[in-house]
């Protein structure tokens, strides 16, 4: 069972950006790699995640929520696991 721990409680006004998400409906899979994907399958599937994103209204708060909640997996915000990660990195210097 995923840990949850880290996520704030749930309010409704945290969420509501989602409802104007671009990806709504559309296939998780894009922006969640299938367990051992490397390589050029796991760049091409991040690359159409980002087109998606690139196109959606509500980027900013997206990207805002995983990292906020340090959401372990998929491209949020137009931000693959790795960028966000960098992100933090550079907000929280050690
Ligand atoms: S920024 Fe990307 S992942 Fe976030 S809601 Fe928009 S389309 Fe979905």
């Given at each position: 069972?995923?840990?949850?721990?880290?996520?704030?409680?749930p309010?409704?006004?945290?969420?509501?950006?989602?409802l104007h998400?671009?990806?709504?409906?559309?296939?998780?899979?894009?922006?969640?790699?299938?367990?051992?994907?490397?390589?050029?399958?796991?760049?091409?599937?991040?690359r159409m995640?980002?087109?998606?994103?690139?196109?959606?209204?509500?980027?900013?708060a997206?990207?805002?929520?995983?990292?906020?909640?340090?959401?372990?997996?998929?491209?949020?915000?137009?931000?693959?696991?790795?960028?966000?990660?960098q992100?933090?990195?550079?907000?929280?210097?050690?």
């Amino acid at each position: 069972m995923a840990d949850v721990s880290r996520l704030p409680a749930p309010r409704a006004s945290d969420w509501e950006w989602q409802l104007h998400g671009a990806c709504r409906g559309l296939d998780s899979a894009t922006f969640f790699h299938p367990e051992n994907e490397r390589g050029p399958s796991r760049a091409r599937r991040e690359r159409m995640a980002k087109e998606v994103c690139a196109r959606c209204p509500v980027t900013e708060a997206c990207l805002n929520w995983a990292l906020q909640t340090r959401e372990p997996y998929g491209v949020w915000g137009g931000r693959s696991t790795e960028e966000r990660a960098q992100l933090i990195k550079v907000a929280e210097p050690a």
